[in-house]
């Protein structure tokens, strides 16, 4: 079965510190891996994503996330975090149906604090 | 352009009250989905339309039913709301043109069935 599990329910971090956000995913074929975040009372905003290529994918606000296909990983990471970070991080497959189905993980509250 | 569009923004029905939630989106997608958010699961698929005139069931269709009315608008409705139908519910869009696609979220409707 496909599924993507983020093993934290909620990650902290201090201010310019880096952070790591997890992610594992299990998927037949070719993986295709997306980043959300989700801010209070607002929608899912689009991050980053991985098709295919280098391992290490850059997205918005300084966000990038390395693709580890031995591990079957796709960690959030930022080399220095902002209090304007904290939010809600959803780690998303595509289903191999080709359907365009997403299958999302529980999410991740990432709190960076002063 | 203003994206995916979700109306209402709240609302509080009581059980067996039937409700619609709209969706329209304005960037010429192919593809609609309805996706429910609960505390600590993540976003769940309810239905997804594939193309105007298509729809298909997703992870958590009982009790729901859609309609692609055209291609800018997916509609979600509740014939006979139940508590547990309390949720947050998001519609997103993509242009399905091929797997990598990303979706593109609404700003949620959020649901209360007393």
């Known amino acids: 079965a496909q599924s993507v599990a983020q093993p934290e329910d909620q990650v902290n971090v201090a201010e310019g510190n880096p952070l790591t956000v997890k992610c594992t995913y299990s998927?037949?074929?070719?993986?295709?891996l997306f980043w959300y975040v989700q801010y209070p009372n607002r929608g899912l905003q689009f991050l980053l994503k991985?098709?295919?290529?280098?391992?290490l994918v850059k997205g918005s606000y300084g966000f990038e996330a390395e693709f580890n296909k031995s591990q079957t990983s796709f960690h959030l990471k930022k080399p220095s975090a902002l209090v304007s970070d904290s939010a809600l991080y959803f780690c998303a497959v595509r289903d191999s149906s080709n359907t365009g189905k997403l299958i999302f993980g529980q999410g991740t509250t990432l709190q960076v604090k002063p | 352009n203003a994206g995916v569009t979700q109306t209402p923004k709240f609302q509080v029905l009581k059980t067996g009250q039937s409700m619609t939630l709209q969706c329209a989106q304005d960037m010429n997608h192919n593809s609609m989905y309805w996706y429910r958010q609960d505390p600590g699961m993540g976003l769940r698929l309810i239905y997804y339309s594939a193309s105007e005139g298509t729809t298909d069931k997703g992870e958590v269709p009982n009790g729901y039913n859609v309609s692609r009315l055209n291609k800018r608008e997916f509609s979600l409705r509740l014939e006979s709301a139940a508590p547990s139908q309390t949720s947050v519910y998001f519609c997103?869009?993509?242009?399905?043109?091929?797997?990598?696609?990303?979706?593109?979220f609404g700003p949620g409707t959020r649901l209360l069935v007393l």
């Open positions: 998927v037949s074929g070719n993986p295709y």
């Open positions: 991985y098709i295919t290529g280098d391992n």
């Open positions: 997103a869009s993509g242009y399905r043109g091929q797997a990598e696609e990303t979706q593109y």
